[in-house]
């Protein structure tokens, strides 16, 4: 590097004479007194303070001390694909499929989309002109969803201080979207004290309920036995059905919440709670002490949409600001007297409070208000509960501690 001239020195006469005497002049040197000098230096790599000191075997010939070596996974890509091997041991996240596996005409997947398909079977898949835009968009959408958790389950209440919303039926719409893309275990609860109705969105497989396995929390050793207490549907999804005896749903309280969700969290990696309208409820104390995220669902009326408003305002003025500025409003579409109110200013008045709005449409399967079937939704149907999922995946911490 170039560095200014040094200052000059001052030097004795009688010195500077020797001196001159004793450097010898090369005759084809002429020095230039309008140019500066300049000094070459040679960049020397030290070792940090608390490591050992160099020996003449790590020092080179010129002096120069080597560079430590690379850190575990410092590897660039492009070694990893030529078989080079990490100085330590690798995850088995690395094993992925673009570097295990050679791209060429027989391996690289067909394009999806009728006209590139015509096009990549007529030239005998010698052209792939790649998906369309719609596929491309869908699966960016499943790669969002597919985020991937490390550290324990996540756990998103669904709420709202009004019943009749559809807090059920979008709990129904997000878990499924979640569990028919993601490749991980995705549970609903049904936490409401006052009989809830989320078990009756899916075929139902078993008369189990949360009261079951508060008694058997101490026999249930697996997976195996866990699941026998819950319904699965065509999506993976699990259901767990609240009370139904009404002379008991008010014995389901805190800490019974709390044996279901410390043995949900054994066996899944996403738990959704269904919960009830009675905010002040224990149940929701333990649910939101628990809270990675909410989705709060709001109706397309004024009340309705007052009163998701104001859930909002008692989760702030309780200590839960910032589960309510990384919540989602799932605005459903499909209440009573949803084409008299203006949607654009209920999605702008909780624009101001939340991170994201999503609307549900109306869908006929939904307002039956029996079993859903994931794959008979309509598309647009499926598309927002997919839009949902991807946000409320993208709220929850990819890591914890």
Same mark, same amino acid.
């Given at each position: 590097?170039? #560095?200014?001239?040094?200052?000059?020195?001052?030097?004795?006469?009688?010195?500077?004479?020797?001196?001159?005497?004793?450097?010898?002049?090369?005759?084809?040197?002429?020095?230039?007194?309008?140019?500066?000098?300049?000094?070459?230096?040679?960049? &020397?790599?030290? @070792?940090?303070?608390?490591?050992? =000191?160099?020996?003449?075997?790590?020092?080179?010939? !010129?002096?120069?001390?080597?560079?430590?070596?690379? !850190?575990?996974?410092?590897?660039?890509?492009?070694?990893?694909?030529?078989?080079?091997?990490?100085?330590?041991?690798?995850?088995?996240?690395?094993?992925?499929?673009?570097?295990?596996?050679?791209?060429?005409?027989? /391996?690289?997947?067909?394009?999806?989309?009728?006209?590139?398909?015509?096009?990549?079977?007529?030239?005998?898949?010698?052209?792939?002109?790649?998906?369309?835009?719609?596929?491309?968009?869908?699966?960016?959408?499943?790669? @969002?969803?597919?985020?991937?958790?490390?550290?324990?389950?996540? *756990?998103?209440?669904?709420?709202?201080?009004?019943?009749? &919303?559809?807090?059920?039926?979008?709990?129904?719409?997000?878990?499924? %979207? #979640?569990?028919?893309?993601? $490749?991980?275990?995705?549970?609903?609860?049904? %936490?409401?004290?006052?009989?809830?109705?989320?078990?009756?969105? +899916?075929?139902?497989?078993?008369?189990?309920? +949360?009261?079951?396995?508060?008694?058997?929390?101490?026999?249930?050793?697996? *997976?195996? !036995?866990?699941?026998?207490?819950?319904?699965? !549907?065509?999506?993976?999804?699990?259901?767990?059905?609240?009370? =139904?005896?009404?002379?008991?749903?008010?014995? *389901?309280?805190?800490?019974?919440?709390?044996?279901?969700?410390?043995?949900? %969290?054994?066996?899944?990696?996403?738990?959704?709670?269904?919960?009830?309208?009675?905010?002040?409820?224990?149940?929701?104390?333990?649910?939101?002490?628990?809270?990675?995220?909410?989705?709060? +669902?709001?109706?397309?009326?004024?009340?309705?949409?007052?009163? %998701?408003?104001?859930?909002? /305002?008692?989760? $702030?003025?309780?200590?839960? =600001?910032?589960? &309510?500025?990384?919540?989602?409003?799932?605005?459903?579409?499909?209440?009573?007297?949803?084409?008299?109110?203006?949607?654009?200013?209920?999605?702008?008045? *909780?624009?101001?409070?939340?991170?994201?709005?999503? @609307?549900?449409?109306?869908?006929?399967?939904?307002?039956?208000?029996? +079993?859903?079937?994931?794959?008979?939704?309509?598309?647009?149907?499926?598309?927002?509960? @997919?839009?949902?999922?991807?946000?409320?995946?993208?709220?929850?911490?990819?890591?914890?501690?």
């Amino acid at each position: 590097m170039d #560095l200014p001239p040094a200052p000059p020195q001052e030097v004795p006469e009688d010195e500077a004479a020797v001196a001159i005497d004793e450097v010898p002049v090369d005759p084809g040197f002429v020095a230039s007194p309008t140019e500066p000098t300049t000094m070459s230096v040679a960049i &020397v790599a030290s @070792r940090l303070a608390t490591g050992p =000191t160099p020996t003449q075997e790590d020092t080179a010939p !010129d002096g120069v001390v080597p560079l430590p070596g690379h !850190d575990a996974y410092a590897q660039s890509r492009r070694d990893r694909l030529r078989g080079e091997h990490s100085p330590q041991p690798e995850p088995a996240a690395m094993l992925t499929a673009d570097r295990l596996l050679e791209v060429n005409r027989k /391996t690289r997947p067909g394009p999806e989309g009728p006209w590139q398909r015509f096009v990549y079977n007529t030239t005998f898949r010698m052209v792939n002109l790649g998906d369309s835009a719609k596929v491309r968009a869908r699966k960016e959408l499943d790669h @969002r969803i597919q985020k991937q958790f490390e550290g324990g389950t996540r *756990f998103v209440p669904v709420l709202t201080r009004k019943g009749g &919303v559809g807090k059920t039926t979008v709990t129904t719409l997000l878990g499924m %979207a #979640l569990a028919d893309a993601r $490749e991980d275990r995705i549970i609903a609860v049904d %936490a409401n004290p006052d009989r809830g109705t989320l078990s009756e969105r +899916v075929p139902k497989q078993t008369r189990a309920t +949360v009261r079951d396995v508060v008694h058997k929390a101490a026999s249930i050793g697996g *997976f195996t !036995d866990f699941s026998a207490l819950v319904s699965r !549907d065509e999506t993976r999804l699990d259901i767990l059905a609240s009370d =139904t005896d009404p002379m008991l749903s008010e014995a *389901f309280d805190e800490n019974d919440y709390n044996v279901v969700a410390d043995l949900a %969290a054994r066996f899944y990696s996403i738990v959704l709670t269904d919960c009830g309208t009675g905010i002040v409820h224990s149940v929701m104390r333990a649910t939101l002490q628990r809270a990675d995220e909410i989705v709060i +669902v709001s109706g397309g009326s004024v009340d309705e949409a007052r009163l %998701a408003s104001e859930t909002l /305002t008692w989760l $702030e003025a309780n200590g839960y =600001t910032d589960l &309510v500025r990384n919540a989602v409003v799932a605005l459903n579409t499909a209440t009573h007297a949803t084409n008299l109110v203006k949607l654009e200013e209920i999605e702008s008045h *909780f624009r101001s409070r939340v991170r994201e709005i999503v @609307r549900i449409p109306y869908d006929p399967q939904l307002a039956a208000g029996s +079993v859903v079937n994931w794959k008979d939704l309509k598309p647009l149907t499926k598309l927002s509960a @997919r839009a949902l999922a991807a946000l409320v995946v993208e709220g929850l911490p990819a890591e914890r501690a």
